[in-house]
Structures are given as C-alpha cells and as structure tokens.
C-alpha cells in the first residue's frame, strides 16, 4: 500500500529524505538499495547489475514518490504545492516558468491554481489574455511602462519571452494585441533584460518575439513602433537557423547586414556555430562583408569557413569578394586554419584558387593529425621526435572540432600523438563536453580511452558532460546516438546530479531532459 502524505506535508524534509535514502544507498544498506527496484530502471535488474554509482538524486526523489503512490517527483511536488504553496508564490513560479521555457510545469500550476490566470498583469500577459491585459491597462495605464513580476521586467519583455502561445492561434493573436497596446502606451521597442551567459549577444524585446515566440506578427508589431532591426542579435540567431522569413522582415525595417559597429557581426556569429548555408548566404546577398573580423583573434568569416565548413561556402565567400589572403592576429591564412582543422578537401581548393602554402614542419605535422593520418603522423615523429614537445596550447584547443563533428579517427590520432584530452577553451569547456553534446559514442569512448576527466565541469554552467548531452539531444542531428554517450557516461563514473550556478537559464527545463536521458540510458543498457 502507497505510504500517504500528511495533511501538510513538507517539500524541504522529503528532499531531506531523498538524500539520506540516496546516501544509504550508496553506502551499500541492502534495505535502501532494495527500495530502488521500485523504480522500473532498476527494477527489471536485479541490484547486483546496477552499481550504486548508477543511482542519483533524482532516483532516490522518485522512489520515495513512487512509495506515496505518485509516477514522478514532479507529479508529488505538484500535489505538495498544492496544499502548502501560498498563491502569491504560485502566480510567481507561474510566470517564471511561462519565460524560462518550462511550459510544461507552468501549465500544471495553472492547472492547480486556476484563478492565477488573472492574478495579475503578468499572469495574463504571458497566457495571451488580451481583455484582461486591455481591462488592467485601461484602469492603470502607467503599468505599461512599470517593471514588475517576479523578473522585475517591464509587460512588454513578458509578453515577447512567453512559451506558452506557441501552438495556440487564439494566444498568439492576443499577444500581437498586447503587445501593440503596450507600445501605444509608451513600451520601449528596444527593451533588454541582463543576460550573464553571452554578454556579447543582447537578450531584447524583439529577440524575443523571433526566437522564444517565434511569431513573425509579434516581431512586427516591435518593428512599426520602432525597434532596432539591427539589435546585435535577432539577425544572428534566425539566420544561423535559416529562418529566412525572419532576416527578410529585419530587412525590410532597414536591418544593416553588417550588424552593430564594433559588435559581433551577424555573419561571422552564424558560421560560428550554424551548419545551414542558407543564413549566411542571404546575409551576403544583401551586402554583408564577408572580410569583416571581430573577436580577439581578429578572425574573418573564410578564416571560419576553412575550419568548420566545406569547399561550397568557401567559393561562396569568395565569390563575395572574401580576402584569399587576409590573416588572423597570430598570422594563419584560410589555408593554414583548413589544414590545421584537417580539412584537406578546403586546404586544396584554397591552392588551387591562389592561396600560399606556408605551412611549417609542425603545422604538417598538426595537420598530419587532424585529418586522422596516423601513418604520416607516426613518420613525422620518427623524423623529428621533437615536435610532440612542441606543441602548444592552441594545438591542443583543435580537439574541439573532431570531438564535436565525431571524427574518433582524428581524436585517436591526435590523442596518440600527444594531444591533451582535456584541452579546455575560453569557457573552461573540454572536447569530452563537444563529444557528448553532439551524441558521439566513438568520440566519447575515444576520449576516454585516453584519459580524458569524466567530472570536467564548464565554465559557464558548471555542467559535466552529461549535462552537455542533454542539451545536445535537444538539437540531435542524423546519426546521433546521446543515448548510448549517456551510457558510457555514466558507466564512467559521471556525476548524474547537477548544481547549477545561480541565475542559469531554463533549469527546469535541463532537469527534466536529464531525467529522461538518465532513465533511457538505464534502460538501454
């Protein structure tokens, strides 16, 4: 029989109880490992198959939900909040949720505290309410402009960072409502909140309203009372999703492909990270220009194209007038990057095309690596055993880009060659989190092989490669598995709980997602 929670029960003292259960557990109690079989991870196993290092706190909270006759720890901490969460605190984990891509558990506190979809100006702003929005503004029209809510934002930014309208027609059409009166009444266009994980790339109204809204008739609204289409964002993250409609509507309100003077610029942000021609290609059509460099490293968009793309952008920017020639602050041309990142096919054209071969006997001997010829590589060391000594710290960062396209050839050749597999970059990130975010076993399992630190926390937030995975199976491409990399992890030893630091975006969201690839690792294995 389900053990029943008291009439007030007390969410603090069951987390209290999860972590004792998990720490029992772990120290090996039979009575507390066998109360996990509950759990159908586990219980399909007998405990002698699953070592206590599989379990987390995320299982030990959902046992002791299963043992009160709930399916999850959510579905308990739902019915926990109903009896003790006071409804001002409700209304405010409501919108906090509705702006921070947790759609699904504000909606189960909609569900428990239904009088909360008037509460407040916030409240139904994020739910689309257009009458009660207009019947709040009407008797108070300086609320249009006074931040509030539990971000301390003003209407307008709620209304551009709500996720849930995004399949409801009646909702979007009443935020398009929304937000035209606020900007009536005097919205700023160009409102921003504090972002501190990518401070070179703005969080505005109207980057809401393209990429959290995704609503073309919100962004226009924006757009006719005046946002800046060149807001140092938008143009940046629609392109590199080749959302053309997007870039088409930013263009036609005087959007200047080049971006903001002395900030990122729009082009070489999408090939940064895009692997969608379309987006950069328009941005070129319309008068982008393709030798503008940024960053520390003084790079050019060909200097990214020769690490990370293929020969067709590269004769695209070419033929845009990109510099064949042009070099990054440390010297290297187009040729010597596509060398370097083992992109022969590149590196020939750029010859063929007029480009010089400057390359030193380390740079052949890096490239040798990158591109996975072991034979070379090994003859090179045999010549001239020196230059495994010889290389630097920014030889060792190029393992980023096999662990993150899943080319375990080069990772194991380089790795063999002295290559460091816990280079990590600006951001304290390692080649084992691109492996894992881009649901790669063989990379995982190469760069393990070799040493790589399974605990390796980054260090924008403080996630380990599990974590990384979790994300990555968000945005899966073909032929990735983040299942089985979860599997290795965790088999590994990797940490399956999370701390993120405070103020990371959607932690909801994450926490959810790493309980479902946890369990269908389990599950797999």
């Known amino acids: 029989m389900p053990r029943s929670l008291p009439e007030r029960p007390d969410l603090e003292n069951l987390k209290t109880q999860a972590k004792s259960l998990l720490r029992a557990a772990r120290e090996g109690d039979t009575a507390a490992v066998s109360r996990f079989t509950i759990l159908p991870a586990f219980g399909n196993r007998p405990p002698a198959q699953w070592p206590v290092t599989d379990l987390a706190l995320h299982d030990a909270q959902s046992v002791l939900a299963r043992e009160h006759g709930f399916v999850s720890w959510n579905a308990m901490r739902e019915e926990v909040e109903a009896r003790t969460l006071t409804f001002d605190a409700a209304k405010d984990e409501f919108v906090r949720c509705a702006t921070g891509g947790a759609s699904g558990r504000a909606e189960r506190i909609l569900a428990l505290h239904p009088r909360i979809a008037t509460a407040s100006l916030q409240t139904a702003i994020v739910l689309g309410d257009a009458a009660t929005v207009s019947a709040r503004l009407q008797a108070h029209s300086e609320l249009a402009t006074q931040p509030g809510g539990p971000q301390e934002w003003e209407p307008l930014l709620y209304a551009c960072h709500t996720c849930l309208c995004g399949r409801d027609a009646s909702r979007l059409d009443g935020l398009v409502a929304i937000a035209r009166q606020l900007c009536i009444l005097g919205a700023n266009p160009n409102g921003e909140y504090h972002w501190n994980w990518h401070p070179e790339l703005p969080r505005t109204v109207l980057w809401g309203a393209l990429c959290a809204v995704s609503h073309l008739p919100l962004a226009e609204v924006l757009l006719e009372a005046g946002a800046n289409p060149t807001d140092g964002v938008s143009a940046h993250i629609t392109g590199g999703g080749g959302n053309i409609a997007a870039l088409e509507l930013l263009h036609r309100y005087g959007l200047c492909a080049d971006g903001i003077a002395g900030a990122v610029p729009p082009l070489l942000h999408m090939m940064l990270w895009a692997t969608n021609p379309t987006g950069p290609r328009w941005l070129l059509e319309h008068g982008a220009d393709a030798n503008l460099s940024w960053g520390l490293d003084g790079e050019a968009p060909l200097h990214v194209a020769a690490r990370r793309w293929d020969v067709a952008m590269v004769d695209i920017l070419l033929n845009h007038g990109a510099d064949l020639h042009r070099r990054r ?81 080069a990772l194991e050749t380089m790795l063999a060659s002295g290559f460091d597999p816990d280079a990590r970059d600006q951001d304290n990130v390692t080649p084992l989190h691109r492996a894992a975010m881009g649901g790669h076993p063989d990379a995982v399992r190469v760069l393990l092989a070799h040493g790589a630190d399974i605990g390796a926390l980054d260090g924008m937030f403080a996630a380990s490669p599990l974590v990384w995975a979790v994300e990555g199976r968000d945005h899966a491409s073909p032929g990735s598995d983040h299942v089985a990399v979860a599997r290795i992890l965790i088999d590994a030893g990797c940490s399956l709980d999370w701390q993120p630091p405070p103020g990371a975006p959607d932690q909801e969201r994450t926490f959810e997602r790493l309980i479902d690839l946890r369990r269908a690792a389990l599950e797999s294995a």
């Open 329 to 409: 602050k440390d010297g290297r041309t187009a040729h010597a990057l596509a060398e370097l990142h083992g992109n022969r096919d590149i590196a020939q054209h750029l010859l063929a095309t007029g480009a010089h071969d400057e390359l030193s006997a380390l740079d052949r001997f890096v490239a040798a690596c990158a591109r996975g010829d072991r034979h070379d590589a090994a003859a090179m060391l045999v010549a001239q055993p020196s230059l495994r000594g010889q290389l630097r710290p920014d030889h060792h960062l190029l393992l980023h880009r096999p662990a993150e396209s899943g080319d375990s050839a």
